[in-house]
């Protein structure tokens, strides 16, 4: 089945009455849970782009709360569930300071724990490309920013070593 590009849907929203896009929004909305939560970050949260930061932060200790440290192989997939939740989260603002932000607190977090990253490669390799997504966004921020945060990253570096 063909699927029609960005423009020629930009063009066909374009022609819809106000009434009409907004049938296709809430159809959208109640399609898929992640159109729901797009939707609701768009409209609810995109205002305040601090107080959003602050919830993705509570929403990450929070599955980081319920890991295992018993065992490692569940440790590990609550790690990657809290990951999972922090990308999506960074998919929706599209910014990159808050790429940065909620990224680094990821991986202060997986730091705090009390799990041996050094013997679980999984997780290091993990917490390392962590690092470097951080770097990457970082490269596009302000230089003043550029150096807060990087002082966060050497710092997570010293820890993980």
Do not use: W
Request: aromatic share 8%.
């Amino acid at each position: 089945m063909y699927t029609a590009s960005l423009s020629e849907l930009k063009k066909e929203l374009k022609l819809l009455s106000e009434v009409e896009l907004l049938a296709v929004c809430l159809r959208l909305a109640r399609y898929k849970k992640d159109n729901k939560e797009l939707l609701h970050y768009l409209l609810l949260e995109s205002g305040n782009e601090v107080f959003y930061v602050e919830q993705v932060k509570d929403d990450i200790t929070e599955a980081f709360s319920t890991i295992n440290p018993s065992s490692l192989y569940l440790a590990k997939k609550t790690i990657r569930k809290a990951l999972r939740l922090a990308t999506k989260q960074i998919r929706f603002s599209g910014n990159k300071q808050t790429e940065v932000e909620i990224l680094l607190f990821f991986c202060q977090s997986l730091i705090g724990l009390s799990l041996p990253l050094n013997e679980s490669k999984v997780l290091l390799n993990l917490l390392l490309n962590q690092i470097k997504k951080v770097e990457k966004a970082l490269a596009t921020l302000h230089e003043d920013l550029q150096y807060d945060y990087r002082e966060v990253l050497d710092d997570i570096r010293v820890a993980c070593s």
